[in-house]
């Protein structure tokens, strides 16, 4: 003798199977729209992460290590040069070899870009990551005594570097960041070369190393660690959410912990 379903229970079904369906049509219209749509994303997510701070006159301009191939990051410390910025200029570089490093290859490349040799002061270091080079030029301008500085580097990597510097670097020392255009990132098309997407890849992660490293230090000037253009918005709490550690949240009047940790880094 065959069973037969309460009317009930076939509505439940039906209503199960339909709501599936919606379920489903609703996930490929948001692939859709996002397929749509991915272009000015992601170009927000690669300008996001460039930074540049108001530039004032300096008591020196430092030109971070490792520059690429095209030597921008030493072509952008040159410009500020000229344009007065500064009246020294830091060549920053990795030693290679106890008679020789990257420090020498960026004096050739600032001395051809019309910085006079005499007003560049090679600075070899042995930092295998932007905090130890941030802490070994934080010695360098202490005993200088220089009250402010303009820091150069690569455009994508000026988010990490401003976040390092202010951290690490005393108080009474401005620091100032300024993006040297990259001629391997391009934050309007980094999605579409694999390079770009390595770079950008990299540099989520580092931040991420950074704020770990560097938690419960204060940065030297708190209101401008303020995310810089855009409106105010950073892709940077998408890479945050990873990284649920308490220990990331000091104390503030913020109440949901995510908001701790946004208020504690910004």
């Known amino acids: 003798m065959k069973e037969r379903c309460s009317p009930s229970l076939a509505h439940n079904q039906a209503g199960g199977i339909f709501a599936k369906s919606m379920a489903v049509l609703f996930l490929f219209a948001f692939c ?3 397929y749509l749509v991915r272009a000015p994303v992601l170009r927000f997510v690669g300008e996001s992460w460039i930074v540049e701070d108001p530039l004032e006159r300096s008591d020196a301009i430092i030109v971070l290590s490792d520059d690429n191939f095209y030597a921008d990051r030493s072509q952008r410390g040159a410009e500020l040069y000229r344009h007065g910025m500064a009246p020294v200029i830091v060549a920053s570089g990795r030693r ?27 600075f070899s270091q042995d ?33 990490r570097s401003r976040y390092i510097f202010r951290h690490v670097f005393p108080p009474a020392i401005r620091v100032l960041l300024a993006s040297a255009p990259d001629g391997d990132f391009d934050p309007q098309t980094w999605w579409q070369h694999r390079e770009s997407i390595k770079q950008l890849t990299r540099e989520m992660a580092g931040f991420v190393v950074a704020i ?6 204060a940065p030297d000037h708190p209101d401008t660690q303020a995310v810089v253009g855009l409106c105010g918005l950073n892709p940077l709490p ?12 000091t104390p503030h009047s913020c109440l949901h912990p995510l908001s701790r940790i946004l208020c504690s880094l910004f």
């Not at 960026?106 to 090679?122: N, Q, S, T």
């Not at 030029?137 to 150069?152: E, G």
């Open 32 to 34: 859709g729209l996002f």
């Open 96 to 122: 290679l070899r106890p008679y020789a490093g990257i420090a020498e290859l960026m004096v050739h490349d600032l001395a051809e870009r019309g910085v006079p040799k005499d007003k560049i002061e090679a």
């Open 127 to 159: 930092a295998d990551n932007t905090k130890d080079e941030a802490r070994a030029l934080a010695q360098l301008a202490s005993k200088k005594k220089w009250r402010s500085v303009i820091v150069v580097t690569s455009n994508y990597h000026t988010r």
């Open 212 to 217: 770990w490293e560097l938690r419960g230090s």
């Open 238 to 249: 998408i890479v945050w959410t990873f990284t649920s550690h308490p220990t990331f949240a």
